[in-house]
């Protein structure tokens, strides 16, 4: 028997309407990942297909959310880096939550995870992890994406290459948070997400690189660490959130590649749509209402996005599984 092939309806990250074609290919597992995955071809192209099951969806409805979290980075980061995505991150192609067992489509993703070829490092292949690592969080930090759970389960790697995946704790900057890694974070009223949480957590993951899982404990006793990386994570661990380093002065003093792409501000088109509802606002009588805390669900099991579709859903793209790459 044949692989199963189904057409589907979905969305790109600029919220244009497709339907393609989806054969599955097999079960495929992350280590950074609570979502069930599989391995699918579209268009000749190989993908990774995240979704919600009903079973897993009734057993577990926070899934959903974690769905959810992986769409909005998703399109966040495919819309800011659409002339040339960058390769250090997953790429979302595709997303349909309002169906019954919503799913995202993912371009396969590079290498296998770092937590096998980690603990093999040579000194040199250690120093290009630790800069790929602090690379791919400038990335993030660029399109104000928070990963929010930058660990050694959501690495891979490949010959001198890193990818992070697995966005499903990802945050907006700015967006409340209760679940910070930091101290000064963790459980904090009001804390907001920042992309310096990222950071603390890159520098657990390079202790841990460097010193091994011992090093990655709950009671980070840096008494004893090499001078190279009191020097360089000192910072991080000793201050608070507003005072410590941004992954670009720490990608600077790993002698990082500091280029970025080019990069499109996905609401540069929507301020005059924003003083034109201010304006009719203010001749009803003042401003709206502030929104509730949280949107309403719709459909099935409706949506909790920021801005999927805050561009025009007419904008050219590429074909389906085509695209700029760096």
Not at 302 to 322: E, I
Request: proline share 9%; hydrophobic share 40%.
């Amino acid at each position: 028997m044949g692989a199963v092939r189904e057409p589907e309806r979905c969305r790109d990250v600029f919220g244009v309407l497709r339907e393609v074609v989806v054969e599955d290919v097999g079960e495929f597992v992350t280590p950074g990942s609570v979502l069930e995955q599989r391995l699918v071809h579209v268009d000749g192209a190989l993908f990774v297909r995240k979704y919600v099951s009903r079973a897993a969806g009734a057993r577990d409805p926070r899934r959903y959310d974690l769905l959810d979290r992986e769409v909005r980075a998703g399109t966040r980061l495919g819309q800011v880096f659409k002339r040339l995505y960058p390769r250090e991150l997953a790429r979302l192609a595709a997303y349909n939550l309002d169906v019954e067992e919503p799913f995202a489509l993912l371009h396969a993703y590079h290498g296998e995870p770092a937590i096998g070829p980690a603990s093999r490092f040579a000194e040199d292949e250690r120093r290009r992890f630790e800069q790929e690592l602090f690379r791919a969080l400038v990335l993030t930090a660029a399109a104000g994406v928070v990963h929010g759970a930058v660990g050694m389960e959501a690495v891979r790697w490949q010959e001198g290459r890193l990818q992070l995946v697995d966005f499903e704790h990802a945050l907006r900057v700015g967006d409340p948070r209760w679940d910070a890694s930091s101290p000064d974070g963790a459980g904090r009223t009001g804390a907001r997400a920042d992309p310096r949480d990222d950071v603390w957590d890159a520098a657990r993951l390079l202790r841990r690189v460097s010193l091994g899982p011992h090093a990655d404990g709950p009671v980070l006793d840096r008494a004893r660490d090499p001078e190279r990386l009191r020097v360089l994570l000192d910072p991080v661990f000793d201050n608070p959130v507003e005072l410590r380093p941004r992954a670009a002065e720490v990608l600077a003093a790993l002698r990082g590649d500091p280029s970025l792409p080019p990069t499109t501000d996905p609401e540069a088109g929507l301020g005059p749509g924003r003083a034109l509802f201010d304006q009719v606002s203010a001749a009803k009588g003042g401003p709206p209402s502030p929104p509730p805390a949280r949107p309403p669900r719709r459909g099935r099991r409706g949506l909790r996005l920021f801005s999927l579709l805050a561009v025009a859903v007419l904008t050219a793209t590429a074909p389906f599984g085509k695209g700029a790459r760096r």
